[in-house]
Every structure is written in structure tokens, then in C-alpha cells.
């Protein structure tokens, strides 16, 4: 017997199993995912070239007029938004002042004895600043219509119309009597 036919044979290695149930579902699923992946990336990097060229926008909703200012077209909340920055309002330093407010407030309600004068205050605080942040919102909400022409104007009355329609934020909707 020579030496070949005497060592062991080494079994070759099995063949791989075919793959099972990698169709073309697998394929169309890797791509809606790669898609979506993609989608959610453009919009995270757009947001934040956004903000690094823009800068983050002051909140318009410290100066709105709730469904008067929803009834806007986009055009004019962004020019009422624009006009408000243009004033310098100081919303920010508004907001910064009525958090303290709050602070305030919630020390008085907790203090023992009851701070009743203290709460007052602080409650009186936060009324004048909502006075000023809303007579500021209606002067340029007035400014804002005034400067839309009739057609804007009517499309206007009819956005304000369509949320009566359906009602202040849950509540029942507004009905004409007799309907």
C-alpha cells in the first residue's frame, strides 16, 4: 500500500445551502428600506442646513390670535411672523420673564404658610405680559389684513368659517340657529 492510499481522506466541505426564501419580495423590501432611510436622512440634514443658514425661527405663537392667525394662508403667517421679528418684540425676553412667573407662582403655592401676595403678584405678572403679547398680535394681524387684498380677504373669512364649522379645538361646532 503506498502512503496515498493510506492517510485518511479529508471530507470536502458541504455545499452551501441554496438560499431559502430570499425572492424578490427581499429585494423590494431592502429597497423601500434603503428608501425610507434615505427620506428620514434628507429631512434631518435639510433641517439642520435649515437652521445652521437660517437660524432657529422665533415661535409665532407668542403673538397669535389662535384661529384668526390659523385662518391665514401660509404666506401671511409668514409675513405676520416676518413683521413681528421686523418690531423687535422682544418675545423672548416676554417668555424668558413669564417662566419666572411660573417659578414664582408655583413657590407661592407651595410655601407654608400660604403666600397669598406673593401669587397674586406673579399671576398679575403674567396677565400684563398675555395684555402685551396680544395687543401686539392684534395690531399686526389688522396690519396683515389690511394689506391683503378682497380676494385674500375673503379666503380668509372662509378658512374662518371652515373652523367654526368644526368647532374650537374639540369643542361642539358652531351652528346657525334654526339648523
Same mark, same amino acid.
Given at each position: 500500500m503506498t502512503e496515498i492510499e493510506s492517510s485518511p481522506q479529508i471530507p470536502a466541505p458541504p455545499a452551501p445551502p441554496p438560499a431559502a426564501g430570499a425572492g424578490p419580495w427581499m429585494r423590494r423590501a431592502l429597497i423601500v428600506s434603503?428608501?425610507?432611510n434615505l427620506l428620514v436622512l434628507g429631512v434631518v440634514v435639510g433641517g439642520a442646513i435649515n437652521v445652521a443658514r437660517?437660524? #432657529?425661527r422665533q415661535?409665532?405663537?407668542d403673538i397669535t390670535l389662535g384661529t384668526f392667525?390659523? $385662518?391665514l394662508s401660509a404666506e401671511d403667517r409668514e409675513a405676520l411672523?416676518?413683521? $413681528?421679528e421686523a418690531e423687535n418684540l422682544g418675545l423672548r425676553e416676554?417668555? /424668558?420673564?413669564a417662566r419666572e412667573d411660573y417659578l414664582r407662582l408655583i413657590a407661592a403655592v407651595r410655601s407654608e404658610p400660604w403666600d397669598a401676595a406673593t401669587a397674586q403678584a406673579a399671576i398679575a405678572a403674567y396677565g400684563m405680559r398675555t395684555h402685551? /403679547?396680544?395687543? $401686539?398680535? +392684534?395690531r399686526l394681524m389688522l396690519q396683515r389684513l389690511s394689506a391683503m387684498g378682497p380676494q385674500g380677504r375673503r379666503e380668509f373669512a372662509d378658512r374662518l368659517e371652515e373652523?367654526?364649522? /368644526?368647532?374650537?379645538?374639540? +369643542? /361642539? #361646532?358652531?351652528?346657525p340657529r334654526g339648523n
Open positions: 434603503l428608501t425610507v437660517h437660524g #432657529p415661535m409665532i405663537a392667525t390659523e $385662518a411672523r416676518m413683521a $413681528a416676554m417668555n /424668558r420673564a402685551d /403679547r396680544l395687543e $401686539a398680535g +392684534e373652523t367654526m364649522r /368644526r368647532g374650537f379645538r374639540g +369643542e /361642539r #361646532p358652531l351652528r
